[in-house]
C-alpha cells in the first residue's frame, strides 16, 4: 500500500550563483541531509521524493514539475543563507499552483533565525529549530492531517499575525539509530554527480558525515543546528556505511564531511583498522584541524586509504586568529601542514580574507605564509558574518556589514574591515590564488600526481576554473584602476 506522498526540496542554485568564477569546478553531489530525513520520513509511512534541484541543474519551472507531478501532501524545503531566497521563489512558485500546500523549511539559516524568516517570507508555514530526524515524522503527519503544530518540540509556527517557538527538540543521541540515506532517492547515483576538482581521487565518488556538532567556539561558525557537542557514529556503524557504499554502488572515492573527522581519536583509529580489515578499495580525503594533527593518527589514515586533509587556517595572522576565536597558533599550522606531508597526505589549506581587524599587512601575511606552507592546495573565500555566528552581532565595532541575506553568498565581500575597500578584497582574493598556484613547485606537483585520464579532466576543470577567475580580477582591477589600493599594492611589503 502506498505511503502518503512528500517531497522534500533542495531549492534551484546554480553552480554560478554558488561558485561564481569558479564555476567549472563546481560541486553537484547531492545533498546528504535530505536523503537522511527521506528514509525517516519512509520509515514513517511516507513515500518520499527527493527533487535536489542544484545536484541536477533543475530550473524554477522543471523543479516545480517534479514536485506537483508527485501529488504531495506536504513539501519539505532546506536553505542556507546564501539560498534563501530562492527556497523563498521556490515556495512562492508552489503556493501559486495549490496555496493549501503545507511547506516547511529547515536548514541553517531558518534555524539561526526562525521568526526573522518567517516574517520575511511568508510562504513558509513552519520552519525547524535544528536537527530533522526527531521531528520531521510527526510535523508531516501533522501538517498532511491539518492538525496543529504547536504541541511539536523543535518549529517555529505561525499563529494569526505572529509566530511561536515550540521549545528545542531533544537532538539525536543514538547515532547509530539513524538508516542509511536513501541514496536510491538519487537519480543516477553516483555516476551522475560530480564532486568539485581536486576534491576526489577516483571515480564514482560519494561523500558521507561521521559525526555531528563540533565543540570549537570559531566566531565566524553557525552551530545552530547541530550545536556545540561532537557526537558520532560508531566505528562499525561508519565501515558498514563505507561497505555499502562500496559494494551497492560500486563507489571507490569517498569525501567525509566532517567538520573535524579526526576529533575522536580512538574511533577514527578504529575505522582506519575496519577499512584495512574489510579490504575496502577506497580512497577518501577529510577536514581536520591543525590541533588534531599527529603522526600515528595520520599514519594510520594513510594506510586506510586518505590522500588529502584540509585544514581551517584562516589567517596568517596571530591576531585575527585571536579575534575571531580560532584557538590556535601558526606554530601549530606549521606543525600539522608538515606532519600530514610527511605522512604522504595532501594538504589543502582553507584561508578567509577580508576578517575583523584585517589590515592590507594582514593580508599580506596570510598569502606568505600560505606560499611558505608544504600545502598543495588553496582555498579562499571572503568573511562573511552569517546569522546565527557570533560575528554577526559583533561585525558593524569593525566594519561595514551589506544589507540584506542575498548578499552574504562567500562570492563577494558582504563584510568590509574599516580602512579597506570591496574592491580591494577582490583584489587580493584573486591575488593569492594567482600567486599560490603560479608556482613551479605546485604546477610540478600536479603535473606528477597524473596516473589515469580522470586526474588529467580534474587538473582542466581546476585550471579552466581558475584562468577565469584570474581574467575577471584583472579585468575588475583595469576598472577599478583609481583605487589606492589598485594604484600602489605593493606598498603592503614595506
Same mark, same amino acid.
Given at each position: 500500500?502506498?505511503?502518503?506522498?512528500?517531497?522534500?526540496?533542495?531549492?534551484?542554485?546554480?553552480?554560478?550563483?554558488?561558485?561564481?568564477?569558479?564555476?567549472?569546478?563546481?560541486?553537484?553531489?547531492?545533498?546528504?541531509?535530505?536523503?537522511?530525513?527521506?528514509?525517516?520520513?519512509?520509515?514513517?509511512?511516507?513515500?518520499? *521524493?527527493?527533487?535536489?534541484? #542544484?545536484?541536477?541543474?533543475?530550473?524554477? !519551472?522543471? &523543479?516545480? =514539475?517534479?514536485?506537483? /507531478? $508527485?501529488?504531495?501532501?506536504?513539501?519539505?524545503?532546506?536553505?542556507?543563507?546564501?539560498?534563501?531566497?530562492?527556497?523563498?521563489?521556490?515556495?512562492?512558485?508552489?503556493?501559486?499552483?495549490?496555496?493549501?500546500?503545507?511547506?516547511?523549511?529547515?536548514?541553517?539559516?531558518?534555524?539561526?533565525?526562525?521568526?526573522?524568516?518567517?516574517?520575511?517570507?511568508?510562504?513558509?508555514?513552519?520552519?525547524?529549530?535544528?536537527?530533522?530526524?526527531?521531528?520531521?515524522?510527526?510535523?508531516?503527519?501533522?501538517?498532511?492531517?491539518?492538525?496543529?503544530?504547536?504541541?511539536?518540540?523543535?518549529?517555529?509556527?505561525?499563529?494569526?499575525?505572529?509566530?511561536?517557538?515550540?521549545?528545542?527538540?531533544?537532538?539525536?543521541?543514538?547515532?547509530?539509530?539513524?538508516?542509511?540515506?536513501?541514496?536510491? *532517492?538519487?537519480?543516477?547515483? #553516483?555516476?551522475?554527480?560530480?564532486?568539485? !576538482?581536486? &576534491?576526489? =581521487?577516483?571515480?564514482? /565518488? $560519494?561523500?558521507?558525515?561521521?559525526?555531528?556538532?563540533?565543540?570549537?567556539?570559531?566566531?565566524?561558525?553557525?552551530?545552530?543546528?547541530?550545536?556545540?557537542?561532537?557526537?558520532?557514529?560508531?566505528?562499525?556503524?561508519?565501515?558498514?556505511?563505507?561497505?555499502?557504499?562500496?559494494?551497492?554502488?560500486?563507489?571507490?572515492?569517498?569525501?567525509?564531511?566532517?567538520?573535524?573527522?579526526?576529533?575522536?581519536?580512538?574511533?577514527?583509529?578504529?575505522?582506519?583498522?575496519?577499512?584495512?580489515?574489510?579490504?575496502?578499495?577506497?580512497?577518501?580525503?577529510?577536514?581536520?584541524?591543525?590541533?588534531?594533527?599527529?603522526?600515528?593518527?595520520?599514519?594510520?589514515?594513510?594506510?586506510?586509504?586518505?590522500?588529502?586533509?584540509?585544514?581551517?587556517?584562516?589567517?596568517?595572522?596571530?591576531?585575527? *586568529?585571536?579575534?575571531?576565536?580560532?584557538?590556535?597558533?601558526?606554530?601549530?599550522?606549521?606543525?600539522?601542514?608538515?606532519?600530514? /606531508?610527511?605522512?604522504?597526505?595532501?594538504?589543502?589549506?582553507?584561508?578567509?580574507?577580508?576578517?575583523?581587524?584585517?589590515?592590507?599587512?594582514?593580508?599580506?601575511?596570510?598569502?606568505?605564509?600560505?606560499?611558505?606552507?608544504?600545502?598543495?592546495?588553496?582555498?579562499?573565500?571572503?568573511?562573511?558574518?552569517?546569522?546565527?555566528?557570533?560575528?554577526?552581532?559583533?561585525?558593524?565595532?569593525?566594519?561595514?556589514?551589506?544589507?540584506?541575506?542575498?548578499?552574504?553568498?562567500?562570492?563577494?565581500?558582504?563584510?568590509?574591515?574599516?580602512?579597506?575597500?570591496?574592491?580591494?578584497?577582490?583584489?587580493?582574493?584573486?591575488?593569492?590564488?594567482?600567486?599560490?598556484?603560479?608556482?613551479?613547485?605546485?604546477?610540478?606537483?600536479?603535473?606528477?600526481?597524473?596516473?589515469?585520464?580522470?586526474?588529467?579532466?580534474?587538473?582542466?576543470?581546476?585550471?579552466?576554473?581558475?584562468?577565469?577567475?584570474?581574467?575577471?580580477?584583472?579585468?575588475?582591477?583595469?576598472?577599478?584602476?583609481?583605487?589606492?589600493?589598485?594604484?600602489?599594492?605593493?606598498?603592503?611589503?614595506?
Amino acid at each position: 500500500m502506498p505511503g502518503i506522498p512528500a517531497v522534500l526540496v533542495n531549492p534551484p542554485h546554480s553552480l554560478e550563483e554558488r561558485y561564481g568564477a569558479m564555476k567549472a569546478a563546481g560541486n553537484t553531489m547531492p545533498m546528504l541531509g535530505l536523503l537522511q530525513l527521506a528514509v525517516v520520513l519512509r520509515g514513517a509511512g511516507f513515500e518520499p *521524493l527527493v527533487v535536489d534541484a #542544484p545536484a541536477r541543474g533543475l530550473s524554477y !519551472a522543471e &523543479t516545480l =514539475r517534479e514536485v506537483m /507531478a $508527485a501529488a504531495p501532501r506536504v513539501v519539505g524545503m532546506t536553505a542556507f543563507t546564501p539560498s534563501i531566497h530562492n527556497a523563498a521563489k521556490t515556495a512562492r512558485l508552489l503556493k501559486e499552483s495549490r496555496p493549501d500546500l503545507p511547506i516547511i523549511l529547515g536548514g541553517p539559516h531558518a534555524a539561526a533565525v526562525p521568526e526573522e524568516t518567517m516574517r520575511m517570507f511568508d510562504c513558509f508555514d513552519a520552519v525547524a529549530l535544528g536537527e530533522g530526524e526527531p521531528l520531521i515524522a510527526p510535523a508531516f503527519s501533522a501538517l498532511a492531517e491539518g492538525a496543529d503544530l504547536a504541541g511539536i518540540p523543535g518549529l517555529a509556527v505561525r499563529k494569526g499575525d505572529g509566530v511561536i517557538l515550540t521549545g528545542r527538540a531533544a537532538p539525536v543521541r543514538d547515532m547509530d539509530s539513524l538508516p542509511f540515506p536513501a541514496w536510491d *532517492l538519487a537519480p543516477g547515483f #553516483p555516476r551522475s554527480y560530480r564532486p568539485a !576538482a581536486h &576534491t576526489h =581521487r577516483r571515480l564514482p /565518488a $560519494a561523500t558521507m558525515f561521521t559525526t555531528r556538532g563540533c565543540p570549537e567556539q570559531c566566531k565566524f561558525c553557525d552551530r545552530s543546528v547541530f550545536g556545540n557537542t561532537i557526537r558520532g557514529f560508531s566505528a562499525e556503524y561508519v565501515a558498514d556505511q563505507m561497505q555499502h557504499l562500496v559494494r551497492s554502488f560500486g563507489v571507490r572515492d569517498l569525501i567525509i564531511y566532517d567538520d573535524i573527522f579526526p576529533i575522536l581519536r580512538p574511533r577514527l583509529l578504529r575505522i582506519c583498522e575496519l577499512i584495512r580489515s574489510r579490504g575496502l578499495d577506497l580512497t577518501w580525503s577529510c577536514n581536520s584541524r591543525v590541533n588534531f594533527a599527529d603522526p600515528e593518527s595520520l599514519r594510520a589514515m594513510r594506510e586506510a586509504g586518505c590522500w588529502q586533509i584540509g585544514y581551517g587556517i584562516e589567517s596568517g595572522s596571530q591576531e585575527i *586568529l585571536d579575534i575571531i576565536g580560532k584557538r590556535i597558533k601558526l606554530e601549530q599550522v606549521e606543525r600539522a601542514v608538515r606532519l600530514t /606531508a610527511e605522512a604522504g597526505i595532501r594538504v589543502k589549506g582553507f584561508f578567509i580574507i577580508g576578517h575583523p581587524g584585517e589590515t592590507l599587512a594582514t593580508i599580506r601575511r596570510t598569502i606568505d605564509f600560505a606560499k611558505s606552507l608544504r600545502m598543495d592546495d588553496y582555498q579562499t573565500c571572503f568573511f562573511t558574518p552569517f546569522p546565527g555566528t557570533a560575528m554577526h552581532k559583533e561585525a558593524e565595532k569593525y566594519g561595514t556589514v551589506a544589507v540584506g541575506w542575498d548578499r552574504m553568498n562567500l562570492l563577494t565581500p558582504a563584510f568590509v574591515p574599516s580602512g579597506l575597500t570591496a574592491a580591494g578584497l577582490e583584489y587580493w582574493a584573486a591575488r593569492s590564488y594567482r600567486e599560490f598556484y603560479l608556482r613551479p613547485r605546485i604546477i610540478w606537483r600536479y603535473l606528477a600526481g597524473i596516473r589515469r585520464p580522470s586526474h588529467v579532466f580534474q587538473i582542466l576543470r581546476g585550471a579552466a576554473a581558475l584562468v577565469d577567475s584570474l581574467i575577471r580580477a584583472v579585468w575588475h582591477r583595469l576598472a577599478k584602476r583609481s583605487s589606492t589600493l589598485s594604484r600602489d599594492p605593493e606598498r603592503v611589503r614595506k
